[in-house]
């Protein structure tokens, strides 16, 4: 039997016995993912990154004999860099190339209504993904449950639904885990200056998503336009060369809005019935060009500034991981 195949018996077979059910059905229904769909091919560039996600997560669910004792796995991965640079992306693909159970997890996901329902979804969120391992819990934006003591804005809730945290975390004993069973957790932030120090610690490998570089914009303008006819003169390289600075999501407006210029054109001046009545064949023969690339590279503003890449990349200097 092929390691997938096992993974998939696996997860057939165990089935949530904790002590929360009600909670753990809730969690399910907005959390799980058991096939994300992201390939490694689907995530432009960030060598580096992926590299440490293979050498913490891939390679230990594969060799669990080899990553024990002082080999053991990282308890936990973070992912900081300004907003839209692919760290949901790459969490989905890791997800996806190792066959683990997707939760993707937000602040309001663990905040409950009654005393105590945070941490008890809390502690339901990791007997949950144990019985469904291989599993990778994804907590995006985790500096808005894990930010700095003694901020303003805490109260008690909070506080307990962190203790909580980081106490499951510190049960991903990773260095004892059998193939198959292995539960690794993956947050990703846009503030990492604002995390706990106590979480920054468990946090032992702290991966930075830079923006794309060149040769990444020019990958990432291609996975874009994959499905998009392009007029003969479309030069990718310069509309990569005249976005420097945007990140993927900027990338990706672009190209949207490149490809929407057509349409807008051959409707143009008509009304809404006399739009409904153009043929959907002439629309879709419609070929991206050039000059649709340079009107929305105009329009379309990138979103970080400089004073975002400097917060990380100095954070990066005193504690990423490389």
């Known amino acids: 039997m092929s390691f997938e195949n096992a993974v998939k018996d696996v997860k057939s077979k165990v089935k949530y016995d904790g002590s929360h059910p009600k909670l753990a059905a809730r969690l399910e229904k907005e959390i799980l993912d058991t096939n994300p769909g992201v390939k490694w091919d689907d995530v432009a560039g960030l060598s580096e990154a992926k590299r440490i996600l293979q050498e913490t997560v891939v390679l230990p669910l594969f060799m669990p004999e080899y990553f024990q004792g002082i080999r053991r796995p990282s308890r936990g991965v973070l992912m900081f860099g300004?907003?839209?640079?692919?760290?949901t992306l790459l969490a989905k693909a890791v997800a996806t190339e190792c066959g683990m159970t997707f939760m993707?997890?937000?602040?309001?996901?663990?905040?409950?209504?009654?005393?105590?329902?945070?941490?008890?979804?809390?502690?339901?969120?990791?007997e949950l993904a144990r019985a469904h391992a291989p599993t990778m819990i994804f907590i995006d934006e985790i500096d808005s449950l894990c930010s700095v003591r003694g901020s303003a804005t805490k109260h008690e809730t909070s506080r307990r639904l962190k203790s909580e945290l980081l106490v499951q975390i510190d049960g991903l004993n990773n260095s004892n885990s059998t193939s198959g069973k292995m539960v690794t957790l993956l947050a990703a932030t846009n503030f990492p200056g604002n995390l706990d120090e106590a979480l920054r610690r468990r946090l032992e490998k702290r991966i930075y998503i830079p923006l794309p570089d060149f040769e990444t914009r020019k990958e990432l303008i291609q996975i874009n336009l994959k499905l998009i006819e392009l007029a003969p003169e479309v030069d990718i390289e310069q509309v990569a060369q005249k976005t420097e600075g945007y990140s993927g999501d900027d990338l990706t407006n672009i190209c949207r809005d490149a490809s929407l210029n057509g349409m807008r054109q051959k409707i143009a001046g008509k009304t809404i019935d006399e739009s409904k009545n153009i043929l959907k064949s002439e629309i879709l023969k419609i070929p991206v060009t050039m000059e649709d690339f340079l009107e929305a590279v105009d329009k379309i503003k990138p979103t970080v500034s400089s004073g975002d890449i400097q917060r990380h990349q100095k954070w990066y200097s005193e504690f990423g991981s490389s």
Do not use: A, H, M, Q
């Not at 300004?82 to 760290?87: E, H, N, S, V, W």
């Not at 905040?111 to 502690?123: A, K, Q």
């Open 82 to 87: 300004p907003p839209g640079t692919g760290k």
């Open 104 to 126: 993707n997890i937000s602040c309001s996901s663990l905040c409950g209504n009654w005393y105590g329902e945070s941490e008890r979804l809390t502690r339901c969120l990791f």
